[in-house]
């Protein structure tokens, strides 16, 4: 049995450590150090109703928060399995040695995230996700140094190996070091590649996160669901190379936002949403900092951003329990949080859409799987904070499994696959990449880049007109055209960053496209998905999952029924 | 303030190949580190002479200090660079690669051999499996707050590149393992099997390599308190030194 898993965050590591424990033989591939993934930016913590805050806290309430928070949008019998198994899966994560916060009793800690009204969220400082990620990263380590797991560190997923019967038998590779292009062979491969922040440019998201990878095997026939969903973070640091995170978990701990309205600070959250305050789900924080500053322009010193404030909390507190991103305050701004309020501002975050898969995780393409971000199926329509650190361990935890039951009733198995399948995609890769070494235009790819990112924040964004959602189409299309012209400025065969970043670029356009033509079509407002010309959420016509698939032309769309049948749904409401 | 933004940048094609200063300037703006203009340079890679060059080669990812990719020297310090404010820097400021690991290009280098370390101390916990076996072991919280300080290492080289001891053919593992050789020993489930890190730190290369120049908790970004983590396990290994001559 050989597996492949291709990213090394939570839901790529905990695939790897399942297929493991299994008996697999596993390659595991990944852009940068598995220690490296993007899961350790992670800060605020995961959930889980261990209820141990005398609170009543249960696996059911948790269902429903994820339920309503996500606008009915998720399958609900997955969602189930998620918050069932949390607790366990936290379990496991302390036995490995993850350095959650203590009660003083020595239990783990709970505080209170968005869109809940008990504590749930276990963490580590404010460096959760890179706690749980060192922890799996170290487990990983022993599975290699026993000799059961290699690593193919620095290496690109660059595609899928079909067969001629439409069975994953393996994927292709780059090394950016050496350049040089590989097939490998498997009997099941798991993507685990991660979200896509970088389709906006500027992100919370690291700058590995391009969803390169999703677009790929998306123009090989995998759909892509629900891309319109895009979760923007109510609370990032303006910046200019990056929107750093300022976690919900200081809301969590008491941070407060505001602004001034004549002359006086203004809670406008704990004013509109009473019931929740500052922890209304994160959809709906944002719209209203983007209604205070872009439409009643209230912003602090007329720009766009409000204050996150936490100075009334004692600097102790806050430093064993927010430690993290206070520093990354300092660091970067150079300001105390402690004695100042934070500027923050809405930032594109978290991609709720992904690639399409069953509930085994498995997509179209029997063989190939994916797990994690790049999936699209626990959080509908808009995520609940600490639920996606969550959503990828989970995820992972079942696809190692699931890809093993599925390689035991096979027929044939990779090793029987002719040579020549491989030869033919690597052929085709080896092709591709040829052709983005000769490309000497005058366009250069970083600016097309920005430029894109651009158009998705301002025109796909956290309030969605239909007219800018045609216009940013527009321009994705001039965009595809200026790509022709590209030059590429390093024809380097050793370790060069164009080359690969220009591929990358290609498989952003297309799904750039995928989340706005999806949008566009989406003729309602649900979660994160805002539009003003139809405000309402129309269960009718739209409580439907979007499968968008590759054509020349552009994504084709189909839509499908969401699994309700465990939470009838009803009106959202959190003020 | 300056209206542009000067930059001395040592490039290099791999390891075997010369080494030559390139300049470049980039427009000002406020509130720029070192890799918002490396991100510059490469929209249009133009050098100061006016020539038209190759984009700069670098690691990086999170771009705000946890991932630990981005390490190179910065005018002559070890640290990040997404961190590296500019205006906090005096120009021109000078970019080299770490100099104890074989470059890639630029000032992207292979640090592999961090990893390779972190495997020969065995710095896990021994789990039998990842399912669920219930609660793990209580842990006082003031115990969990050092522990943690300790586990925020990002791998990045820093207290490689300070340590006198260290260097391409020393066999020295470094600081940063022997702090979590330490932290695992401590853990509870991690404490049942001490004896066998211990042993891997006792050999060459092991902890009596370090020359105690403290140099690595100058240069750590997470201020990782390295030399009393050191410190603690040399008394550790003296007591596990009786012990297993007793049990001989
Ligand atoms: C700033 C920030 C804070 C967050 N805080 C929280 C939080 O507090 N709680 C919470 O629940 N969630 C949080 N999230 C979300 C959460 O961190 C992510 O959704 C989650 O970590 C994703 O994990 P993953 O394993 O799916 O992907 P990632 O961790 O992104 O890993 C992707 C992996 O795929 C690899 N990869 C990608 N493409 C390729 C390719 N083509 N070839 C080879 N390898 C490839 C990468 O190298 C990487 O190893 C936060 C997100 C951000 C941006």
């Keep these: 049995m050989k597996v492949i898993v291709i990213g090394g965050g939570l839901a790529g590591l905990l695939s790897v450590i399942k297929a493991a424990e299994a008996g697999a033989e596993v390659e595991a591939f990944s852009l940068v150090p598995f220690k490296r993934s993007h899961s350790l930016c992670a800060q605020g913590g995961i959930n889980a109703a261990l209820n141990t805050k005398g609170e009543n806290d249960s696996i059911q309430q948790h269902f429903e928060d994820t339920i309503v928070g996500g606008d009915f949008l998720a399958n609900q019998t997955?969602?189930?399995?998620?918050?069932?198994?949390?607790?366990?899966?936290?379990?496991?994560?302390?036995?490995?040695?993850?350095?959650?916060?203590?009660?003083?009793?020595?239990?783990?800690?709970?505080?209170?995230?968005?869109?809940?009204?008990?504590?749930?969220?276990?963490?580590?400082?404010?460096?959760?996700?890179?706690?749980?990620?060192?922890?799996l990263d170290e487990q990983v380590r022993k599975w290699i140094a026993a000799g059961k797991v290699k690593e193919y560190i620095g290496w690109e997923f660059l595609s899928a190996v079909i067969d001629d019967e439409g069975i994953c038998r393996g994927i292709t590779a780059q090394d950016l070091n050496s350049m040089e292009i590989h097939a490998f062979r498997a009997d099941a491969v798991i993507l685990a590649t991660g979200g896509e922040g970088m389709i906006y440019g500027k992100s919370t998201n690291s700058v590995i996160c391009t969803g390169s990878a999703a677009g790929a095997v998306y123009q090989q026939g995998v759909p892509f669901a629900n891309g319109e969903f895009v979760q923007?973070?109510?609370?990032?640091?303006?910046?200019?190379?990056?929107l750093r995170l300022m976690s919900e978990a200081s809301r969590g701990e008491g941070g407060r936002i505001w602004t001034y309205k004549d002359g006086k600070p203004w809670y406008f959250l704990e004013e509109w949403y009473p019931a929740y305050g500052n922890l209304v789900p994160r959809d709906i924080a944002s719209r209203a900092i983007y209604k205070v500053c872009v439409e009643m322009g209230l912003g602090i010193d007329g720009k766009n951003q409000v204050y996150l404030d936490l100075t009334h909390k004692d600097p102790e507190f806050l430093e064993v329990r927010l430690g993290g991103i206070m520093e990354i305050y300092r660091n970067f701004y150079g300001e105390d949080p402690v004695k100042v309020p934070m500027k923050i501002f809405p930032a594109p975050h978290y991609f709720m859409g992904g690639m399409y898969v069953d509930w085994n995780h498995m997509t179209n393409i029997p063989g190939l799987f994916a797990a994690g971000e790049c999936d699209y199926m626990y959080h509908g329509a808009n995520r609940l904070g600490a639920n996606s650190l969550l959503s990828a361990a989970y995820s992972g935890y079942i696809c190692g499994p699931n890809a093993i039951k599925y390689i035991k009733g096979m027929q044939k198995s990779a090793a029987d696959t002719p040579q020549s399948i491989f030869d033919r995609e690597l052929a085709r890769q080896t092709e591709i990449t040829q052709s983005i070494y000769n490309m000497d235009g005058t366009e250069n790819p970083y600016i097309i880049h920005e430029e894109m990112g651009e158009t998705m924040i301002t025109d796909v964004g956290v309030v969605r007109y239909e007219k800018n959602l045609l216009r940013a189409d527009e321009k994705l299309q001039e965009l595809t055209e200026r790509y022709k012209n590209i030059g590429i400025n390093d024809t380097g065969r050793w370790a060069n960053d164009v080359m690969p970043f220009v591929r990358q670029l290609w498989n952003m356009l297309q799904l750039a496209r995928v989340i706005t033509l999806g949008a566009y079509n989406r003729k309602e407002s649900r979660g994160s998905h805002y539009m003003p010309d139809y405000p309402e959420r129309n269960d009718d016509q739209w409580l439907k999952t979007t499968k968008a698939y590759w054509t020349e032309s552009g994504p084709r769309f189909e839509y499908e029924d969401v699994d309700v049948s465990l939470l009838k749904p009803r009106a959202r409401k959190y003020d | 303030m300056p209206d542009s933004i000067h930059l001395k940048i040592k490039r290099q094609n791999g390891s075997r190949d010369l080494p030559r200063w390139e300049e470049f300037k980039v427009p000002y703006k406020p509130n720029m580190n070192v890799l918002s203009v490396l991100m510059e340079i490469?929209?249009?890679?133009?050098?100061?002479?006016?020539?038209?060059?190759?984009?700069v080669v670098w690691d990086c990812s999170c771009l705000e200090e946890v991932c630990g990719a981005c390490t190179m020297v910065i005018n002559g310090n070890v640290r990040q660079a997404c961190s590296a404010l500019i205006d906090k820097l005096p120009q021109p400021i000078t970019l080299q690669p770490l100099s104890k690991f074989p470059v890639v290009r630029d000032l992207k280098v292979d640090r592999a051999v961090l990893f390779e370390h972190l495997k020969k101390v065995k710095a896990w916990v021994n789990i039998d499996g990842t399912f669920d076996l219930g609660p793990g072991p209580r842990v006082p919280e003031r115990e969990r707050r050092w522990m943690y300080e300790i586990s925020r290492c990002m791998t990045c080289g820093c207290c490689y590149e300070a340590c006198p001891n260290f260097n391409s053919r020393s066999k020295f593992i470094g600081p940063a393992p022997l702090a979590q050789v330490l932290r695992f020993n401590k853990h509870p489930i991690g404490a049942m099997t001490q004896e066998e890190r211990m042993e891997t730190i006792m050999g060459e290369g092991g902890i009596t390599d370090c020359g105690n120049a403290q140099n690595c908790i100058e240069a750590c970004p997470k201020k990782i308190p390295l030399t009393t983590a050191i410190a603690q396990l040399n008394r550790d290994t003296t007591i596990h030194g009786i012990r297993s001559w007793f049990r001989k």
């Design chain 2, 42 to 55: 490469r929209k249009n890679p133009v050098n100061v002479n006016g020539e038209k060059t190759t984009p």
């Design chain 1, 232 to 242: 923007f973070h109510p609370t990032a640091m303006p910046g200019d190379d990056k």
């Design chain 1, 78 to 135: 997955p969602v189930k399995g998620l918050v069932e198994a949390a607790p366990g899966l936290i379990y496991a994560f302390d036995r490995m040695g993850v350095m959650f916060n203590r009660t003083p009793e020595g239990f783990i800690d709970l505080r209170l995230f968005g869109g809940v009204k008990n504590r749930r969220t276990a963490f580590a400082g404010a460096t959760t996700g890179q706690q749980l990620l060192y922890a």
